[in-house]
């Protein structure tokens, strides 16, 4: 009997279908870097001033300058390349996933292939525009 | 039991917009809606128009919302609903008169996943049949209940949004073709379902599913399609 597996260029893994993978596996990222974020918090001492916004500059904005925000008793650690990366890796990601999303909420509303061209083009240039401006911040402040 | 049951009416030749008209049935808790439907077209108003066949859950003819779901008025009971009875056409396809909509998008979908069986190669050596074990037929068994009555793809909000998306039923009668180990168009249907108005345009909204009156594990399927996009596992 033959053999009942699609070849790759069979499978009708195109644009579509990557971006539809793409945003599930930019979630769990999300969620890892979060993580990431948040016990390394922990690690440096947050114990005590646990709350919801501190908790979210840890998670979601590992910088040294939402960081001193949150009465971690010592911000040099936080200003380390590890940190540089794991921030540029989140904006990245969450960037992305958040455009992607956009698209697809667009697509709800505008359903000619020329429109949907339109938001393709016009959300990649927001995707662009808002990594750049982010990177900015996050490599020279 | 008395049973109110409003019914949406719409005469494209009349009306200019559609309305509700309301009658009172006496009925029973085991009635099924189709019954008080029949009721009303042959003993109160005669023009009352709808589609219906079987009778009996198998045609997929009698799709309506009732109170707000897609069901089947043929197996939906008055005993399960109460009292107030609504029971409008199925959402995101044309109105043509009361409770019949135009099913010829809903069936241009279907038609695009190529829904018969291809296969070119010479029969086995014996010609007799093309053999499948039992775990074969299992394979795409759940599939092949469907009845096209359209439960699933009106209830969804990417077909409302666009009639251009393929459709959990259409996706369901991909899912039964592809994953049958005799059949040989896999490639060429999944080519079809993964572009721009096909998978990755479902997201996961299970409103199909809890629609089916079939009980198809529709969302399912298509996750299964979705999975086979990346490994390419026909098994
Ligand atoms: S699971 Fe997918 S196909 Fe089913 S109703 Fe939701 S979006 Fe539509
Ligand atoms: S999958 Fe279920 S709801 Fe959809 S058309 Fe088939 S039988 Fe009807
Ligand atoms: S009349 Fe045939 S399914 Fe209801």
Redesign the pocket.
């Known amino acids: 009997m033959k053999s009942r597996n699609l070849p790759l260029n069979k499978r009708g893994f195109n644009f579509e279908m990557i971006m539809w993978i793409f945003t599930r596996l930019s979630a769990l990222a999300m969620y890892t870097l979060l993580l990431i974020g948040f016990i390394g918090a922990l690690l440096m001492g947050a114990r005590e001033q646990m709350n919801f916004a501190d908790v979210m500059r840890w998670a979601f904005m590992p910088n040294p300058s939402h960081v001193i925000n949150t009465n971690i008793p010592d911000i040099a650690p936080w200003t380390a390349l590890f940190w540089q990366l794991v921030a540029s890796a989140l904006l990245l990601v969450a960037t992305a996933h958040g455009v992607h999303g956009l698209v697809v909420i667009a697509d709800d509303y505008i359903v000619t292939s020329n429109g949907r061209k339109i938001v393709r083009l016009i959300s990649m240039l927001m995707m662009a525009s808002t990594s750049l401006i982010g990177l900015y911040i996050l490599w020279t402040f | 039991m008395n049973v109110t049951l409003k019914v949406f009416r719409y005469n494209p030749d009349v009306d200019k917009k559609w309305h509700y008209d309301t009658f009172n049935i006496e009925a029973q808790p085991t009635d099924r809606v189709l019954d008080l439907l029949e009721y009303v077209k042959g003993y109160l108003d005669g023009t009352l128009t709808f589609r219906r066949s079987c009778a009996h859950g198998v045609c ?1 003819s009698d ?1 309506m919302r009732i109170n707000g779901k ?1 069901s089947l008025a043929c197996k939906t009971l008055v005993r399960d609903l109460g009292e107030k009875i609504t029971v409008d056409p199925i959402l995101g396809l044309p109105v043509k008169k009361d409770l019949i909509v135009d099913m010829e998008p809903f069936f241009d979908n279907y038609k695009k996943v190529l829904p018969w069986f291809i296969n070119d190669s010479p029969l086995p050596a014996d010609g007799k049949e093309r053999l499948q074990s039992p775990e074969q037929r299992e394979r795409f068994d759940d ?1 092949t ?9 009106t ?1 969804c909000p990417s077909f409302w949004a666009s009639d251009d998306y393929l459709g ?2 259409a996706l ?2 991909a899912h039964r073709f592809i994953f049958d180990s005799r059949d040989e168009a896999a490639a060429e249907r999944i080519e079809i379902i993964a572009e721009t108005h096909g998978l990755a345009r479902c997201h996961t909204a299970f409103n ?1 599913t809890m ?6 594990q ?1 969302t399912k ?1 298509i996750g299964e399609l979705k999975m086979l996009t990346i490994t390419g596992k026909l098994e």
């Open positions: 997929g799709a897609n599939s209940k469907c009845i096209l009555c359209a439960c699933c793809t209830s959990p039923a369901v009668a199909c629609a089916c009156p079939r009980d198809i529709v399927a």
